[in-house]
């Protein structure tokens, strides 16, 4: 099974500063078949389900503000808000699909706080 | 617009089952796969499997393997996930989620979630 593991669990930021998470995999989740990325985000708001940020590591989804982005490749990732808003306060996840259709797995999720 | 709507809420003993159902809107039912995920209280995303709805194929993770059954009925545009000899951690808020056309492994919309408590 392939394991992903977020880093930090929790981190405080400043209004209008950068917020940088890191997600790893425990194998390669790079297909060298159509040079991908088989790597999403996810963002959840408290008492709501999760939002689709990113996919294929590094795709928006449609009107996700360009503050986020994602970066990475083979088994390190990252998230970036490169200036926390107030509505970015949230639990962000992880998720490999490249088991997939066998296989999904979430990160445990960090917590972004404003400072 | 796509809309997934779940179930209410269930309070079940240990050992009974329960059928959480998610009915879509908005899009072309058969042309998508739903993803079952759950989330226990204070703790993190756990995908438990997905139902194709055109096949009615599944896939889940081995843990639920005996428990989990995800059916659909494409007259209704409703998906269901039924688990059954509940435990008491199985108490979580279970989300459907519709996995993407093109990245079937990716969801892009998603239910409110329904709320399973077991609890004798």
């Known amino acids: 099974d392939i394991v992903m593991t977020q880093s930090p669990d929790s981190l405080a930021v400043s209004l209008g500063e950068r917020a940088t998470i890191s997600c790893k995999s425990s194998q390669n989740i790079l297909y060298s078949s159509n040079n991908k990325n088989y790597l999403a985000w996810y963002q959840q708001k408290p008492g709501q389900p999760p939002k689709l940020l990113i996919y294929?590591?590094?795709t928006r989804e449609s009107g996700v503000p360009d503050r986020f982005s994602g970066s990475g490749s083979g088994t390190d990732f990252t998230l970036t808000i490169s200036s926390l808003q107030a509505e970015d306060v949230a639990v962000y996840y992880c998720q490999q699909y490249y088991g997939s259709p066998r296989e999904l797995t979430f990160g445990g999720g960090t917590k972004v706080e404003i400072k | 617009q796509v809309q997934l709507v779940q179930s209410g809420s269930e309070v079940k003993r240990p050992g009974a089952s329960v059928k959480v159902s998610c009915e879509s809107s908005?899009?072309?039912?058969?042309?998508?796969?739903i993803h079952w995920v759950r989330q226990a209280p204070g703790q993190g995303l756990e995908w438990m499997g997905w139902?194709?709805?055109?096949?009615?194929?599944?896939n889940f993770v081995q843990k639920f393997q005996g428990r989990v059954t995800m059916t659909r009925d494409t007259s209704i545009s409703t998906a269901y996930m039924e688990l059954t000899r509940l435990r008491s951690d199985d108490t979580a808020v279970y989300y459907c989620?519709?996995?993407?056309?093109?990245?079937?492994?990716?969801?892009?919309?998603w239910g409110q979630g329904t709320l399973v408590t077991v609890s004798s």
């Open positions: 294929w590591a590094s």
């Open positions: 989620a519709r996995g993407t056309a093109l990245v079937p492994g990716v969801t892009d919309y």
């Open positions: 908005g899009y072309t039912f058969t042309d998508y796969y």
């Open positions: 139902i194709n709805l055109k096949t009615a194929a599944t």
